[in-house]
Each structure stands twice: as structure tokens, then as C-alpha cells.
């Protein structure tokens, strides 16, 4: 009768181990991306000790990127914890060999009681030292939820393989992306600087009017005011350059008093083709990592619906223990004073009424496999949705840079005959006001436009799976 609670214990106490690492392996590959602060700051650490100016252009910095990134290291500590899960789902199904050992030293020797006579007898029990020793084994034979339960684990391993590689793609997105901001706000500063320029030679040749006497106070205020309207523009541009520059130190792991250089620039893009939106979708569906993820983790709620199953068919084991005590009046009992048993035993657990416990797992593992299926559907039609966005940005940025480097063309055209007629006394400084604000625009949006295409080029790519 004990032996065979034994039995029922041990096979209680298997299958809630078995419950316990399913919960883990699905927490495991569903486990959302979030920063791991600490090992970043150390590595940048490193990096800032007694080192200059770092010269990064935007490869250099996505691939400082997808290494020291938190979002990927944190991506890299789930997998690594996903490997563990496996080997713990695995040591289930291999041999659980223990040696327990232990001394008691009676203070007061244990007795028994019987009666004898009408009379309560005691009779002491051992001696002043007990020992004891015991060696168990243990070994499933058979039990058909420890392959799902493995497959289960395998298929969390990859999963989380597949989030890091999500992990680098988004943080090369978002690495490129800033980088190309630095490089527009580093433009947008040149343009300002350039339009403070004019406005500071035009006042000072209104001032030389003025002094001739061929020039009003009025053009002198005038000129005045747009260099000091210009001024505030200008800090807030270089205001902008210094908060993404930080950023961008930030993305790619680089201590923020660390000097940064960008070695790239926003130059015109050559003439290419943009890929048709079916064979672009194509390679997104074969590449995408978030796509990958999803599919193992379909196949593996499907395991633990297995799983679940497997609970309701017999399991059958092997145990066998060895055990040897000793009571004796000495610390080191001679031999006359040991016993030892030893045992083996054939064990068979069937399952057969819970209240229904294992139909209810098995019915909710059924609706988490339907749901992961239903996000599959839903982030494909997401995928095709991102590649034709990105494809449509990319090519309505190379259109806006053709119109707007036709622009910059016209207005610095327009500039140079409206000086020409200021100086001759032809127009008035209204119109060389506006003739100098048209270029300032026409190079602003000229500098937007290819940071649009750059950006949009690199959103293609993500969406595409590519890094």
C-alpha cells in the first residue's frame, strides 16, 4: 500500500514538473523585447576610457549596433534562457540517480509502547547514533507527453533565435534612421548658416548705401531684422544637431561625452529601380524574422495541444534503490550494526478521472494554437502592407528630390539676378528678401528630401528582412 502511494506521488510530482517547464517554455518564446541597461553601460564603459573622436559612417554604426544594443542583448539573455529550458525539458526523459546520506544523534532514544498483561511495556528503540544511507534511480520508460514537451522546448530555442535576429533588424532601422536625421540636421545647419551669411553681407552693403547716401534707415532696419530673425533659427538648428547626435550615441552604444564623427553624407542617390511589390513581398516572406517567430510559435502551441493529449495515455517507469543505516552506541558503528535493504520496482500511472482538469488544458491549449494561427494570418497581411508602404515612400522621395534640386537650381538663379538688381538700384530689398528666403527653403526641402529617401530606402529593407 505505501509503495504504491509512492507510485502515485512520483507520478503526481512528474507530471506538475512536466506543467511547470510547458508554462516555461511558452513564456519563454513569448517573452516581449524590453532594454537590459546593464550590459550596455558596461561595454560603453570600455569604450569611453581615454579614447578620441570616433568616426562612424552608417554601416560602422549598425554594426556597432546589433551587437551593443540593449533591445539585443536582451533578445540574446532570452535565448540563452531558452537553452537552459531545453535542457531542462530534456533531463526529464534520462535516468535521476540520488545519494542522500544523513547522521541523527539521539538525545533521548526513541521507545515503543505495547500492552502486555494489562500492563503498558517500553521498549527503547536504536541507539545514541543512527546513520543512514540511500541511493535511488529512476528512469521513464514510457510516457507520451515527454516528446512534446521536448519538441515544445526545441521549437521555444528557435523562436527566441528568431526574435534576436527581429532585435538586430529593428535596431538597424532605427539606427539608420537617426543616423540619417543627424545627417539632415547637420545640413539644415549648413543652410541656416549659409542664409545668415547673405543676410550679413547684404546688411553691411546697406549700411555702405546708407553711409553713401544712395541708401534709406529703413533698408538698414530691414536688413537688421532678418539677420536677427535668422539667429534664433539657426541656435535651434544646431540645438536639434547636438539632441540627435546624443541619440544616435545612444542607439549604437557609445558613451554620450564620447566625440562622434559621421563620415557619410546626404548626397544625391544614383538612379535605381524600385523591386516590384510581388517579388519584394516575396523576399519579406522569406526573410522576415517576426515572420519566422510566428511560425514556430503556431507549431508550437500545436505541441502543447500534444502535450496536453499525451497526459491521458499510461506512463510507465523504473525505480530502484539501494539503502544501508546503522544504530549504535559508537560513532563508528562496526559492520554487526548496519542493515540493508534494496529494491526495484516497475511502475504504471494511468490517468483516469481528474474532473475534467486535462480537458480544460486541452481546450485552452487548442485556443491558444487557434489564436497564434490567427496572428499569423493577420502579420503576413501586415508584412505586405509594410513593403508597399516602404516601396511607395521610396518612390515618391526620389521624385521629391528631382523637383526639389530643380528648385534649388531655379531660386539661386533667381537670387543671383535679384542681387544683381538690388546693387544697380533696379528692386527694392523686399524682393531680395524673398529671392534669398526662396533659396533657404528651396535647400531645406532639397536636404528633406533625400533624408526621406534614405530613410525610406532603409524601411524597405526592414520590411524585407534586411539588415
Same mark, same amino acid.
Given at each position: 500500500?505505501?509503495?504504491?502511494?509512492?507510485?502515485?506521488?512520483?507520478?503526481?510530482?512528474?507530471?506538475?514538473?512536466?506543467?511547470?517547464?510547458?508554462?516555461?517554455?511558452?513564456?519563454?518564446?513569448?517573452?516581449?523585447?524590453?532594454?537590459?541597461?546593464?550590459?550596455?553601460?558596461?561595454?560603453?564603459?570600455?569604450?569611453?576610457?581615454?579614447?578620441?573622436?570616433?568616426?562612424?559612417?552608417?554601416?560602422?554604426?549598425?554594426?556597432?549596433?546589433?551587437?551593443?544594443?540593449?533591445?539585443?542583448?536582451?533578445?540574446?539573455?532570452?535565448?540563452?534562457?531558452?537553452?537552459?529550458?531545453?535542457?531542462?525539458?530534456?533531463?526529464?526523459?534520462?535516468?535521476?540517480?540520488?545519494?542522500?546520506?544523513?547522521?541523527?544523534?539521539?538525545?533521548?532514544?526513541?521507545?515503543?509502547?505495547?500492552?502486555?498483561?494489562?500492563?503498558?511495556?517500553?521498549?527503547?528503540?536504536?541507539?545514541?547514533?543512527?546513520?543512514?544511507?540511500?541511493?535511488?534511480?529512476?528512469?521513464?520508460?514510457?510516457?507520451?507527453?515527454?516528446?512534446?514537451?521536448?519538441?515544445?522546448?526545441?521549437?521555444?530555442?528557435?523562436?527566441?533565435?528568431?526574435?534576436?535576429?527581429?532585435?538586430?533588424?529593428?535596431?538597424?532601422?532605427?539606427?539608420? #534612421?537617426?543616423?540619417? =536625421? @543627424?545627417? +539632415?540636421?547637420?545640413?539644415? $545647419?549648413?543652410? /541656416? %548658416?549659409?542664409?545668415?551669411?547673405? *543676410?550679413?553681407?547684404?546688411?553691411?552693403?546697406?549700411?555702405?548705401?546708407?553711409?553713401?547716401?544712395?541708401?534709406?534707415?529703413?533698408?538698414?532696419?530691414?536688413?537688421?531684422?532678418?539677420?536677427?530673425?535668422?539667429?534664433?533659427?539657426?541656435?535651434?538648428?544646431?540645438?536639434?544637431?547636438?539632441?540627435?547626435?546624443?541619440?544616435?550615441?545612444?542607439?549604437?552604444?557609445?558613451?554620450?561625452?564620447?566625440?562622434?564623427?559621421?563620415?557619410?553624407?546626404?548626397?544625391?542617390?544614383?538612379?535605381?529601380?524600385?523591386?516590384?511589390?510581388?517579388?519584394?513581398?516575396?523576399?519579406?516572406?522569406?526573410?522576415?524574422?517576426?515572420?519566422? #517567430?510566428?511560425?514556430? =510559435? @503556431?507549431? +508550437?502551441?500545436?505541441?502543447? $495541444?500534444?502535450? /496536453? %493529449?499525451?497526459?491521458?495515455?499510461? *506512463?510507465?517507469?523504473?525505480?530502484?534503490?539501494?539503502?544501508?543505516?546503522?544504530?549504535?552506541?559508537?560513532?563508528?558503528?562496526?559492520?554487526?550494526?548496519?542493515?540493508?535493504?534494496?529494491?526495484?520496482?516497475?511502475?504504471?500511472?494511468?490517468?483516469?478521472?481528474?474532473?475534467?482538469?486535462?480537458?480544460?488544458?486541452?481546450?485552452?491549449?487548442?485556443?491558444?494554437?487557434?489564436?497564434?494561427?490567427?496572428?499569423?494570418?493577420?502579420?503576413?497581411?501586415?508584412?505586405?502592407?509594410?513593403?508597399?508602404?516602404?516601396?511607395?515612400?521610396?518612390?515618391?522621395?526620389?521624385?521629391?528630390?528631382?523637383?526639389?534640386?530643380?528648385?534649388?537650381?531655379?531660386?539661386? =538663379?533667381?537670387?543671383?539676378?535679384?542681387?544683381?538688381?538690388?546693387?544697380?538700384?533696379?528692386?527694392?530689398?523686399?524682393?531680395?528678401?524673398?529671392?534669398?528666403?526662396?533659396?533657404?527653403?528651396?535647400?531645406?526641402?532639397?536636404?528633406?528630401?533625400?533624408?526621406?529617401?534614405?530613410?525610406?530606402?532603409?524601411?524597405?529593407?526592414?520590411?524585407?528582412?534586411?539588415?
Amino acid at each position: 500500500m505505501t509503495e504504491h502511494r509512492d507510485t502515485e506521488a512520483r507520478g503526481r510530482a512528474g507530471s506538475l514538473r512536466l506543467r511547470g517547464l510547458l508554462a516555461a517554455v511558452l513564456t519563454a518564446a513569448l517573452i516581449p523585447l524590453v532594454p537590459q541597461a546593464a550590459a550596455a553601460q558596461q561595454q560603453a564603459t570600455g569604450d569611453a576610457a581615454g579614447q578620441g573622436t570616433l568616426r562612424l559612417s552608417v554601416e560602422d554604426a549598425v554594426r556597432r549596433a546589433v551587437t551593443e544594443n540593449e533591445q539585443v542583448l536582451m533578445a540574446r539573455a532570452d535565448a540563452a534562457r531558452t537553452r537552459g529550458i531545453v535542457k531542462e525539458t530534456r533531463a526529464q526523459s534520462l535516468p535521476d540517480l540520488r545519494l542522500n546520506m544523513g547522521y541523527t544523534r539521539n538525545l533521548q532514544s526513541p521507545v515503543i509502547f505495547f500492552n502486555q498483561g494489562g500492563q503498558t511495556q517500553q521498549i527503547q528503540i536504536g541507539d545514541q547514533n543512527e546513520m543512514a544511507a540511500s541511493l535511488s534511480f529512476e528512469q521513464p520508460l514510457i510516457d507520451f507527453s515527454l516528446g512534446p514537451a521536448r519538441r515544445a522546448a526545441r521549437l521555444s530555442q528557435s523562436a527566441t533565435a528568431a526574435q534576436v535576429e527581429a532585435a538586430r533588424t529593428d535596431v538597424a532601422l532605427s539606427t539608420r #534612421s537617426t543616423y540619417y =536625421r @543627424v545627417l +539632415l540636421d547637420r545640413e539644415l $545647419v549648413r543652410v /541656416q %548658416e549659409q542664409a545668415l551669411e547673405q *543676410a550679413q553681407a547684404r546688411l553691411k552693403q546697406v549700411r555702405s548705401f546708407y553711409e553713401a547716401g544712395t541708401g534709406s534707415e529703413f533698408d538698414v532696419l530691414t536688413a537688421q531684422v532678418e539677420v536677427d530673425n535668422i539667429r534664433p533659427q539657426l541656435i535651434q538648428a544646431r540645438n536639434r544637431l547636438e539632441l540627435n547626435r546624443n541619440r544616435l550615441k545612444r542607439v549604437v552604444g557609445v558613451p554620450l561625452e564620447r566625440e562622434v564623427a559621421l563620415t557619410d553624407s546626404l548626397s544625391r542617390p544614383p538612379e535605381s529601380e524600385v523591386p516590384p511589390l510581388d517579388s519584394a513581398v516575396e523576399v519579406a516572406r522569406q526573410n522576415r524574422a517576426d515572420l519566422e #517567430s510566428q511560425r514556430v =510559435r @503556431v507549431n +508550437l502551441q500545436e505541441a502543447n $495541444v500534444d502535450a /496536453q %493529449e499525451g497526459e491521458a495515455l499510461p *506512463a510507465l517507469s523504473l525505480s530502484a534503490s539501494f539503502s544501508r543505516r546503522a544504530s549504535s552506541a559508537d560513532i563508528i558503528p562496526p559492520e554487526r550494526d548496519f542493515s540493508q535493504t534494496a529494491g526495484a520496482s516497475l511502475n504504471v500511472s494511468l490517468p483516469l478521472f481528474d474532473g475534467m482538469a486535462r480537458a480544460g488544458r486541452v481546450q485552452q491549449a487548442k485556443a491558444e494554437a487557434d489564436r497564434e494561427r490567427y496572428r499569423l494570418q493577420q502579420l503576413e497581411e501586415q508584412v505586405r502592407l509594410d513593403v508597399q508602404q516602404a516601396r511607395q515612400n521610396l518612390q515618391s522621395a526620389r521624385e521629391q528630390i528631382r523637383a526639389s534640386e530643380a528648385n534649388v537650381e531655379r531660386s539661386e =538663379r533667381a537670387l543671383e539676378i535679384a542681387q544683381t538688381r538690388f546693387r544697380n538700384g533696379l528692386s527694392t530689398q523686399v524682393e531680395l528678401n524673398d529671392a534669398e528666403l526662396a533659396v533657404t527653403r528651396a535647400r531645406s526641402n532639397y536636404a528633406q528630401a533625400l533624408h526621406d529617401y534614405y530613410v525610406a530606402r532603409a524601411q524597405l529593407e526592414a520590411a524585407q528582412g534586411q539588415r
